[in-house]
């Protein structure tokens, strides 16, 4: 392995920032573009949507694992990593602005396809860069000091794109509409993309060195029991902010009965929050074991929901979002550092190194949250006759409420169980394990 000058941490880190802005809003409005956002008559229903999510679940099953399985076999004098960010991030910004820019007669069938289409084309294309950036992380900083540098400010730059991508969006929709929007913000984030890949040192890979193989990979990451624990928590959290974010605009319509404009007020009360919590969270990370830090983090944050099922005015509900989102801090500030000490105990034991492997494929497991949303939908649309903003129901307070409150806390629940089952030996030292991986490569060129 030819190891290259250090990468500055700002130049990662500010990747976050171009990779979150377009998955965020296309996340986070999806469900309020196409269920409510157009002209009355040319909306697609819940269960329609639900469905398009569903399918897309099943196709990130098979899309994650293939792109981790070829990044880490990939051989080329830029890296392994770094051809893939650069091919594949105009292709996601392009079906990004699609999926935003649905023809205004498209209604019924032909808007249902669009959507897939579209849907589909920009999930998997997410799932590539995110693949091939976050197996970067624990190859450009190796010890635990760097890590928590790094991704502390890599989550800043998350939440700071969330601040943009989610909580100005309904400001910037209403005066540019959802399609410019994502122009913009597809600019703005391909460039970031484009300026944190060519700052990567990443280092290269002889021809010679051992390349994964495909059963293999997937045998052994399917019976490690650290990536199931790990993975279904993230599943589950996952879920509930996905649910939290794309439930404001229905809480805000139709509990608080506001306009689209609140929502920014309660979206940016979670984003502003997560942001400062990440900073405290950070400094008790470096004083407590992350293990530690992550579990209470998980916890607190299932119980900051229970006021939020309380609250109907404005204030109340900014000021327990608030609350929520310190507390969702602490679960972003460690998150990646658990993913990465997976990574690393595998690579020890095997001598390959497979991270994009394990962190697309447990990016899949953050993707479930696509089935959650999907069965949520559903639901409200069956239990509450929810069906679109054109067909409300008859109790659409209640079905808002499910989605912001309800389902995320059950979600956070079983997320705080499966925590439980994730723990490190302790005495294993970073430093230690880079070096018997470096030895075993170095073994392999000699052979």
Same mark, same amino acid.
């Given at each position: 392995?030819?190891?290259?000058?250090?990468?500055?941490?700002?130049?990662?880190?500010?990747?976050?920032?171009?990779?979150?802005?377009?998955?965020?809003?296309?996340?986070?409005?999806?469900?309020?573009?196409?269920?409510?956002?157009?002209?009355?008559?040319?909306?697609?229903?819940?269960?329609?949507?639900?469905?398009?999510?569903?399918?897309?679940?099943?196709?990130?099953?098979?899309?994650?694992?293939?792109?981790?399985?070829?990044?880490?076999?990939?051989?080329?004098?830029?890296?392994?990593?770094?051809?893939?960010?650069?091919?594949?991030?105009?292709?996601?910004?392009?079906?990004?602005?699609?999926?935003?820019?649905?023809?205004?007669?498209?209604?019924?069938?032909?808007?249902?396809?669009? !959507? *897939?289409?579209?849907? /589909?084309?920009?999930?998997?294309?997410? #799932? &590539?860069?995110?693949?091939? %950036? +976050?197996? @970067?992380?624990?190859?450009?900083?190796?010890?635990?000091?760097?890590?928590?540098?790094?991704?502390?400010?890599?989550?800043?730059?998350?939440?700071?794109?969330?601040?943009?991508?989610? !909580? *100005?969006?309904?400001? /910037?929709?209403?005066?540019?509409?959802? #399609? &410019?929007?994502?122009?913009? %913000? +597809?600019? @703005?984030?391909?460039?970031?993309?484009?300026?944190?890949?060519?700052?990567?040192?990443?280092?290269?890979?002889?021809?010679?060195?051992?390349?994964?193989?495909?059963?293999?990979?997937?045998?052994?990451?399917?019976?490690?029991?650290?990536?199931?624990?790990?993975? &279904?928590?993230?599943?589950? %959290? +996952?879920?509930?902010?996905?649910?939290?974010?794309?439930?404001?605009?229905?809480?805000?319509?139709?509990?608080?009965?506001?306009?689209?404009?609140?929502?920014?007020?309660?979206?940016?009360?979670?984003?502003?929050?997560?942001?400062?919590?990440?900073?405290?969270?950070?400094?008790?990370?470096?004083?407590?074991?992350?293990?530690?830090?992550?579990?209470?983090?998980?916890?607190?944050?299932?119980?900051?929901?229970?006021?939020?099922?309380?609250?109907?005015?404005?204030?109340?509900?900014?000021?327990?979002?608030?609350?929520?989102?310190?507390?969702?801090?602490?679960?972003?500030?460690?998150?990646?550092?658990?993913?990465?000490?997976?990574?690393?105990?595998?690579?020890?034991?095997?001598?390959?190194?497979?991270?994009?492997?394990?962190?697309?494929?447990?990016?899949?497991?953050?993707?479930?949250?696509?089935?959650?949303?999907?069965?949520?939908?559903?639901?409200?649309?069956?239990?509450?006759?929810?069906?679109?903003?054109?067909?409300?129901?008859?109790?659409?307070?209640?079905?808002?409420?499910?989605?912001?409150?309800?389902?995320?806390?059950?979600?956070?629940?079983?997320?705080?169980?499966?925590?439980?089952?994730?723990?490190?030996?302790?005495?294993?030292?970073?430093?230690?394990?880079?070096?018997?991986?470096?030895?075993?490569?170095?073994?392999?060129?000699?052979?």
């Amino acid at each position: 392995m030819i190891q290259k000058k250090a990468t500055s941490a700002f130049r990662y880190a500010i990747g976050m920032f171009g990779t979150s802005i377009p998955i965020n809003m296309f996340k986070t409005y999806a469900s309020a573009y196409y269920v409510f956002g157009r002209n009355p008559g040319h909306n697609l229903e819940t269960d329609q949507l639900a469905l398009i999510v569903f399918i897309y679940t099943f196709v990130d099953a098979i899309d994650n694992p293939v792109y981790g399985f070829l990044s880490d076999r990939t051989r080329t004098k830029w890296g392994r990593r770094r051809p893939w960010l650069v091919a594949g991030t105009p292709l996601l910004i392009l079906s990004f602005v699609l999926f935003f820019s649905a023809p205004e007669t498209f209604q019924g069938g032909s808007l249902f396809v669009f !959507a *897939l289409l579209t849907y /589909v084309m920009t999930g998997t294309l997410d #799932s &590539l860069i995110n693949a091939n %950036y +976050g197996a @970067l992380f624990p190859e450009l900083f190796v010890s635990d000091a760097e890590r928590a540098k790094a991704n502390g400010m890599r989550q800043v730059f998350q939440l700071v794109a969330m601040v943009i991508s989610v !909580a *100005l969006t309904p400001l /910037v929709t209403e005066q540019l509409g959802y #399609s &410019l929007t994502a122009v913009i %913000y +597809g600019v @703005l984030a391909g460039a970031v993309i484009l300026y944190c890949t060519f700052g990567c040192k990443e280092s290269s890979i002889e021809e010679v060195a051992e390349k994964p193989q495909l059963l293999k990979t997937v045998r052994d990451i399917l019976t490690n029991p650290k990536f199931w624990a790990f993975g &279904l928590t993230n599943a589950f %959290y +996952g879920g509930a902010m996905a649910m939290v974010l794309s439930g404001i605009p229905f809480f805000v319509k139709y509990v608080l009965d506001l306009d689209g404009k609140n929502n920014t007020v309660l979206m940016g009360a979670v984003l502003l929050a997560g942001m400062i919590g990440i900073i405290g969270w950070v400094q008790i990370v470096r004083r407590v074991d992350s293990v530690k830090v992550w579990k209470t983090a998980l916890l607190l944050f299932a119980l900051a929901f229970i006021p939020l099922f309380f609250t109907s005015g404005l204030v109340p509900t900014a000021a327990a979002c608030m609350v929520a989102g310190l507390c969702g801090g602490g679960i972003i500030a460690t998150m990646d550092l658990m993913g990465a000490r997976i990574m690393d105990a595998d690579t020890e034991k095997t001598g390959v190194r497979r991270e994009a492997s394990y962190s697309s494929t447990i990016g899949f497991m953050g993707r479930l949250n696509g089935l959650f949303s999907s069965a949520a939908l559903l639901f409200v649309n069956r239990v509450y006759g929810f069906e679109s903003g054109d067909v409300p129901g008859e109790r659409p307070a209640d079905a808002a409420r499910f989605l912001f409150v309800i389902a995320p806390f059950v979600l956070m629940l079983l997320g705080v169980v499966c925590s439980r089952f994730l723990n490190f030996d302790h005495k294993e030292k970073k430093e230690t394990k880079q070096k018997t991986i470096d030895e075993k490569v170095e073994a392999s060129w000699r052979e």
